[in-house]
């Protein structure tokens, strides 16, 4: 879910889209989209925007429920199943596809800007050519990164979706980034710091292989991640060495923790 001024917004995976009055929990509205939504929907420009696990994205008026616009391509047979979302900076939307695709389009009518490569598809079955852009594309200032399954991650210009610059690497959980660095936990389970204006890698903490863990999440001086076995884990910003370990319910962390004044929130499955 996703919270703007007096509305509260959700979605199920049922493709139904709800808004909420946030002050008395009454409903407001309710939307359908095409198919399951695995990821918050998003608010700005007095829209409420979805995306749809079937690669569409929808935009409804936060006030009216009114479908204002839709943005559709084609689905492949071969999907990472894993919340892709969509992310809105200044007046664009950013969304990452199937085949490694980064698309720009504006905000207010849903029209396309720019449309960028993070990775090709490569190998000769059909597995090893799935290349999709997971997670959110992360926007800040001109630039726009993202990351895909068996491919790169990358960074934009957000302004012609000019490639800044690449790294080889696949995850399933898409990138994050702070002032300075641009942090990844790879399908191997090893967090990657890289610098956010080159690419360059600063360092690589492989002591927590195969913990399934989610996107790592820069808190000022720390990176926090959660693991399968409902740990989360903390790591210097600048070297990520271990600095602090905490256990939950043990069950597995599959969202990534949440940035809250003075510290984070975790949610267990």
């Known amino acids: 879910g996703g919270a703007g001024g007096r509305t509260v917004v959700g979605a199920s995976d049922r493709g139904g889209v709800f808004a909420l009055d946030a002050e008395t929990g009454k409903p407001r509205w309710r939307g359908r989209v095409a198919s399951e939504v695995l990821a918050a929907p998003r608010l700005g420009g007095g829209l409420v925007v979805p995306r749809s696990a079937d690669s569409r994205v929808f935009a409804f008026g936060m006030e009216d429920g009114k479908r204002r616009w839709v943005y559709q391509r084609a689905s492949t047979s071969l999907m990472v199943r894993a919340p892709a979302g969509i992310t809105l900076h200044e007046d664009s939307v950013y ?53 895909a399954f068996q491919g790169r991650v990358a960074c934009f210009d957000t302004r012609n979706g000019s490639l800044l610059w690449a790294r080889e690497l ?78 939950t319910d043990g069950s597995p962390l599959r969202a990534a923790p949440l940035a809250v004044p003075g510290g984070f929130v975790a949610q267990t499955q």
């Open 95 to 147: 969304g990452g596809f199937p085949g490694g695709k980064l698309v720009a389009l504006a905000l207010a009518s849903g029209g396309p800007r720019w449309e960028a490569t993070v990775a090709l598809p490569k190998g000769t079955t059909e597995l090893e050519r799935v290349t999709d852009v997971v997670g959110e594309p992360v926007a800040v200032g001109r630039e726009v990164c993202a990351a």
């Open 170 to 247: 696949s995850t399933v959980t898409g990138a994050a980034v702070d002032a300075r660095y641009v942090y990844v936990a790879d399908d191997r389970g090893a967090v990657h710091a890289l610098d956010r204006s080159s690419g360059r890698s600063l360092w690589k903490q492989d002591r927590l292989a195969h913990r399934q863990l989610t996107l790592p999440v820069p808190l000022g001086t720390e990176v926090v991640a959660g693991d399968l076995e409902g740990y989360v884990h903390l790591l210097a910003r600048e070297t990520g060495a271990f600095d602090a370990r905490a256990r």
